[in-house]
């Protein structure tokens, strides 16, 4: 009898260890969320981010040592840049799991709230930066831009010889020897949005078919394009500002020209912030934007090797980069290319073989 209490009692106490441990499990994954942004409370917040993870991962980190507050952030790759964590954000409109989106480009965001996944926060802490790269309706704010431009091997291509448009990309003499990122993805897709919208069907039709006809080298990333062009494997391409200045600052034979200064304008790209609709810590995610909009975020992006230009005046700007005051910008109907990014994708799957 003794030996059978004994046996009771000691499955009693297993019993409410497996219990206490189950709770104390509970309570743990509570607190500290998990990286697929189920989580609940301020102290906790989830990120979807487009740009570049060397860009993005110091700015929040410096905002968890600020705040105390976990980032869980969740990272596109370089080959579905914004187009894959765009269409995440699109496939969880029912049960949203992130509470912030931060696009390297405008045109995917666009597409988001047309598809009712974004909610509107007007941040104070955007009073400063200029009411173009704001949404009227506060569904989305841009801060620090990066530009398009065109990389060349100096080893292989004077200055004075580098092309200067993206239209004399098409010419035979650089037939064979330039390279693009695929344009269905990240900041690509934004820059040939970008040229539907300023030129019209047929004459950016027209541009890419001769491009097709030069041999063009359609790649994974906007990396590879310069890292092609640094190893003299092309002669030129195009590629965004922040890639070039890692090969130069790795002393490699790369220089860059910013593109149509006297024609369309050269393109820029603010990256976008935006709040998820109905997400898990709406509260949290507000705080998180309130510091990416901030002048120190982009004093830090404009230090690092994103060397990404400020909106607003007052801050330094990049080193190897051209103030934001000194060229021309293509003038942009933001809304429009988003209407065209599907449509245009489809189309050049045709033209370009895709």
């Known amino acids: 009898m003794t030996q059978q209490i004994a046996r009771l009692w000691l499955s009693g106490l297993i019993l409410l260890a497996i219990i206490t441990g189950a709770c104390s499990t509970s309570n743990n994954q509570a607190n500290t969320g998990t990286n697929s942004g189920a989580n609940t409370g301020g102290n906790t917040v989830t990120i979807y981010v487009s740009q570049d993870r060397v860009f993005a991962e110091p700015v929040l980190q410096a905002y968890e040592q600020k705040t105390g507050v976990k980032v869980n952030a969740v990272y596109d790759t370089e080959e579905t840049k914004s187009t894959g964590l765009a269409n ?14 931060w696009s390297n480009e405008p045109v995917r965001t666009l597409v988001l709230k047309k598809r009712g996944v974004l909610a509107p926060y007007q941040s104070t802490s955007a009073d400063d930066i200029p009411a173009n790269f704001k949404d009227p309706e506060h569904f989305w704010t841009g801060f620090s831009a ?13 200055e004075a010889d580098a092309p200067k448009s993206i239209f004399d990309l098409a010419d035979p003499k650089w037939k064979g020897q330039v390279a693009i990122a695929d344009p269905r993805f990240g900041s690509t897709s934004f820059h040939v949005a970008a040229l539907y919208a300023e030129l019209g069907d047929e004459k950016a039709d027209d541009f890419f078919r001769r491009l097709k006809a030069n041999e063009v080298k ?8 310069r890292d092609l062009a640094a190893r003299g494997e092309v002669k030129v391409g195009v590629t965004d500002t922040d890639d070039v200045n890692v090969a130069l600052e790795k002393k490699l034979p790369v220089a860059m020209i910013f593109p149509d200064r006297d024609g ?4 820029i790209m603010p990256n976008i912030v935006s709040l998820v609709a109905g997400s898990p810590n709406t509260e949290a995610g507000k705080k998180l934007i309130d510091y990416l909009l901030s002048a120190e975020t ?16 007052g801050v330094e700007a990049p080193k190897n980069i ?7 910008p293509m003038t942009l109907d933001y809304g429009k290319a988003a209407d065209r990014v599907e449509e245009v994708t489809r189309r050049l799957q045709d033209i370009l073989g895709l």
């Open 88 to 101: 995440k954000v699109i496939a969880e409109k029912n049960r949203p799991q992130a509470d912030v989106f």
């Open 322 to 328: 051209p103030p934001l005051s000194s060229f021309k």
């Open 146 to 158: 990066r530009s398009r431009v065109i990389v060349y091997n100096t080893d292989l291509v004077n």
């Open 218 to 225: 359609i790649v994974s990333g906007n990396s590879v394009v």
């Open 264 to 267: 369309i304008g050269v393109p």
């Open 298 to 313: 982009e004093a830090a992006l404009a230090r690092s090797e994103a060397v990404q230009i400020p909106l607003r005046s």
